[in-house]
């Protein structure tokens, strides 16, 4: 155990987690939104967040910038990206709804139903992106599909540059521009639940989904909405991991899915606030951990990390709540 | 009631009539018949019979050894009985079920090769000779008991929550064995894996006369003779108090629990029962092919197990094989879908899911239980 390294680098190692923690929150957010609503774990949300990462790759390769851009192109590349990988992954989400779970909830299918569901669902993304697709266009898209099954670099659109210091701590600007953007997703997210019309509809069916229908809910509606909205969540994420790792492939999601499924749980499934909190929390517990430990302990540190918390405490740090909690 | 649920039930009962045929034979034709299906399943790697050979998988060109994909369809029917307990009659959805056949695997790797680090130790610490280790009888027993108190030692923490979360740490927990099996270079030689692991024979060896690398027709014989052995104690246990808890729990845990049913108690077995199958099928694998490194082991096969039996139909035994059978052999028949089966396999979970969740040979009292739920969703439309 390296505790000298964890503590000489105390600071450095905080903002770090901080930045890895703030994409988990963001796809935290997908599986808490339908979470709080359906009670239904949608495991295929990993792979909504993979179609994202596509999807900026794909703008990044396509349209045509020469070596590093300028701060403006790189803002016009981000906003694209952020628009086709939102379009790309909220679309993913409502198809999966469409297709593959209003059937099942049409027959009252119990929830080992939907998990497998979502587990087949998963795997046909997965494939897609991995075999068919490469398949079908490798040689249209080499960027994206010449290596199948490969890590795909991302091209650089905003050059590393440290930004400031603050003690021993150096910040840069790639750190600042995660943590901040997910912060007003968030934000946004937060207030659209809570204080606009549509938002009280998902809180409403969140708590009693019959007295909501009494009310005027449109239930199917809402239901659509909440995987919307989780979808672009996980396209965000997809655009700020862009930038962060720099990479994809058609795993991406796997692993990445499991540590945002541990964010949500950590802070309180159907919370949202929770998703946040938990996401930064175990970004953090885990360069703590990999700078304990060694970095290729990292991925079980997360898993251990949802062990622990689950038997202690199931209901997460928050409690869980979209609306209130339910029994 | 929706069109799927029209079309389903027509079929269940051709199913069943069979089924009832078969249960109203004599008793001496029952015996009669089974007689001769085992004597088919020993003759299958043979297999010679015109219009028949048509199924080999080495009948196409560049195909691969018939026997070698017997033998990894009877390996993969016992790691469907086993998960079958856990998923079908017990209803505990395990996601890491490969972490069980990995530990089974390295448990008779890490005892019985020569090269591996265990042994290694034994050696030094006893004084041994440099070609002494753990004989294969004995390995199968430690690899069987690792994967049961392993398999105990998941189920203690996790069994008391709820379903889902119980698939995500059971997911955790098959990435955690293939990384602890790839990172603990001490135990498990990392990546490097562990060759040399012994057979019924003893270690790999131009000697061997029945188990050897070249012929797997001998090791097919030996997985398939675990495979019945195996079918007819869960079968046992199935009709057993045993069997009729986990169903009780299975169907409604509550009302289990008040009629004095131990839900953690029945839902530990299961899970101990289940793991001690997938070690089994995990050390007949490294046995067979003597040697195994962490990448065998990636979560891909969990995924694959579970689709075998939600395929084949939850909770029969004859389904589960049938999933199990269908998933080994046909990418290995029908060579032009093979980089697409995994995708198809995703297909499959998902079509069966949605238009017949009791599978392709259905467990009666499973499809009657979804029966029922369908029903009072259309009673109750409101409710999610």
Known sequence: MNFDALISEFGQHTVDGLSKGAIYALVALGYTLVYGVLRLINF?????????????????????FEGIPSPGQAVVLLLLALVAATLASGGTALAIERIAYRPLRKKNAPPLIFLITAIGVSLILVEIFGQL?????????????????????????????????????????????????????????????????????????????????????????????????????????????????????????????????????????????????????????????????????EDVIAFVVLIVVLMFRPTGLLGESLGRARA | MSQSVDTSVPRIGRLDAVRDRWQNLPKWQKSLGAVAGIAFLYYLPLLGIPGLTWFRTDSIEGGSSWAGTLFTCAIYVLVAIGLNVVIGLAGLLDLGYIGFFAIGAYGVGLFGSVNSPVVKLIQERFDLPATWAVGWVLCAFIAVLLTMISGVILGWPT??????????????????????????????????????????????????????????????????????????AVRRLEHSRVGRAWLAVREDEDAAAVMGVNPFKFKLWAF??????????????????????????????????????????SGNMAGVALGAVLLGYLPERFREIADYRWLAFGVAMVLVMILRPQGLIPSRRRARELKDRAAEAEEAPAHV
Do not use: C
């Open chain 1, 44 to 64: 295929a949300h990993s792979e909504v967040f993979m179609v994202g990462t596509f999807a900026v790759l794909f703008v990044w390769t396509q349209v045509p």
């Open chain 1, 133 to 297: 697709l490469p398949d079908l266009l490798g040689r249209a898209l080499p960027e994206l599909f010449g290596r199948p099954r490969q890590l795909v670099g991302m091209p650089t659109i905003i050059e590393q540059k440290d930004l400031f210091t603050i003690g021993h701590v150096t910040v840069n600007n790639i750190q600042v521009i995660v943590v901040v953007s997910a912060l007003v997703m968030m934000a946004l997210l937060d207030w659209f639940i809570n204080k606009t019309r549509y938002g009280r509809g998902v809180r409403a069916v969140a708590q009693n989904p019959e007295t909501a229908a009494l009310m005027g809910v449109n239930q199917e509606r809402v239901i659509m909405l909440i995987f919307v909205l989780g979808g672009v969540m996980a396209g965000a994420a997809a655009v700020l991991w862009g930038i962060r790792a720099g990479f994809t492939l058609n795993s991406v999601g796997f692993v990445l899915g499991l540590k945002a499924f541990t964010a949500a749980v950590l802070g309180g499934i159907g919370n949202l606030r929770g998703a946040l909190l938990g996401g930064l929390f175990l970004g953090l517990v885990e360069v703590y951990g990999a700078t304990l430990f060694s970095t290729q302990w």
């Open chain 2, 159 to 232: 069994l008391r929550l709820r379903g889902d979360y119980l698939a995500i740490v059971t997911l955790g927990f098959g990435e955690i064995i293939r990384i602890v099996a790839r990172n603990m270079v001490g135990v498990t030689n990392g990546p490097v894996g562990i060759s040399a692991i012994p057979g019924p024979e003893g270690p790999p060896s131009s000697d061997n006369n029945i188990f050897g690398l070249v012929d797997v027709k001998p090791w097919y014989w030996l997985a398939i003779t675990f495979v019945l052995v195996m079918v007819f």
């Open chain 2, 272 to 313: 101990a029962i289940g793991a001690a199958l997938g070690g089994l099928s995990g050390m007949l694998f490294a046995s067979r092919y003597a040697f195994i490194d962490p990448t065998q082991f990636n979560a891909n096969l969990s995924i694959l197990f579970v689709a075998m039996v939600v395929v084949g139909g």
